[in-house]
């Protein structure tokens, strides 16, 4: 470290200690455009005064936007906590009754017209199959004949036709 950067790093190791002691309204100040190119202009001369001043002014004010961060949660925490309601919870005979507060809106009955893919109860007796073929396989024609498909010499006849095996 330098000479000429033992105040700098006096007055950066000050702000790091003692951003848990700056108000919240100077902290909110953090999120303006002005004051983030500010920052990023102060963190620029701070690097062209020294690489390690230039690492503590980083740290800095990375410790002042935590503690911002920080501030930020515990007030939406505040607000959230007043939001909750302060009443006991509801007994299980009470969560039986409906409740009476929301106006809810009756159901449409369906025009009897409209409903016909319910199902009816005349002929549930009857079935009828989809097509003359619906459960019906064939043996597709293949490589063997189907009269050899059983015996032996399957093999051996279509290698010597293919020209694979040496005839005997």
Do not use: C, W
Not at 14 to 33: E, R
Not at 55 to 77: P, Q, T
């Amino acid at each position: 470290m330098y000479r000429s950067e033992v105040i700098y790093f006096i007055v950066l190791a000050i702000i790091t200690l003692a951003s848990h002691f700056v108000p919240t309204n100077i902290l909110l100040v953090l999120d303006h455009i002005v004051v983030r190119v500010a920052i990023v202009l102060l963190l620029l001369y701070l690097i062209n005064i020294g690489p390690t001043i230039g690492i503590f002014g980083l740290v800095a004010i990375g410790v002042l936007y935590l503690e911002r961060n920080r501030r930020k949660v515990s007030v939406a925490n505040a607000k959230f906590d007043q939001m909750e309601a302060k009443e006991r919870p509801a007994t299980v005979e009470e969560e039986a009754i409906s409740q009476k507060t929301v106006p809810v809106r009756e159901f449409d009955t369906p025009i009897p017209t409209e409903s016909d893919f319910l199902h009816t109860l005349d002929n549930t007796d009857m079935f009828e199959p989809v097509a003359p073929s619906i459960n019906q396989k064939e043996v597709l024609a293949g490589v063997y004949p189907l009269s050899e498909v059983g015996s032996a010499s399957v093999t051996t006849d279509l290698y010597e036709k293919m020209g694979f095996a040496p005839s005997l």
